[in-house]
């Protein structure tokens, strides 16, 4: 069975810096894009940092220069490092497959972990 499990998130003062990580089982990271996603109250998931099964990144503008995503194929984990943090990068964060895992057609997402910025 599938699953993903994000862990990392917390409270941090404006300027701060986490390291969410997101360990995968019941399938291989290695195969597969990965992204990370947020999901801020009262606004839709998106996504803001992926990377290929080849290593290329990319990101959202917003969080361009400030957060980095990496992979450790042998760890089956994902890694998103986030500096600088701004109240508006309050959100839970998820990871998962870029698109989506889905599973008995219908699309499945870890339990997420908690960022909350104060300023």
């Known amino acids: 069975q599938e699953q993903l499990v994000e862990s990392g998130g917390g409270l941090v003062q404006a300027g701060g810096s986490l390291r969410l990580s997101c360990a995968a089982s019941?399938?291989?990271?290695?195969?597969?894009?990965i992204g990370w996603y947020r999901q801020a109250p009262g606004k839709q998931r998106e996504l803001v940092a992926g990377?290929?099964?080849?290593?290329?990144?990319n990101y959202v503008d917003s969080v361009k220069g400030r957060f980095t995503i990496s992979r450790d194929n042998a760890k089956n984990t994902v890694y998103l490092q986030m500096n600088s943090l701004k109240p508006e990068d309050t959100a839970v964060y998820y990871c998962?497959?870029?698109?989506?895992?889905?599973?008995?057609?219908?699309?499945?997402w870890g339990q997420g972990t908690q960022v909350t910025v104060s300023s």
């Open positions: 990377i290929s099964t080849g290593g290329d990144t």
């Open positions: 019941g399938f291989s990271f290695s195969f597969n894009a």
């Open positions: 998962n497959t870029n698109p989506p895992l889905r599973i008995n057609f219908k699309a499945y």
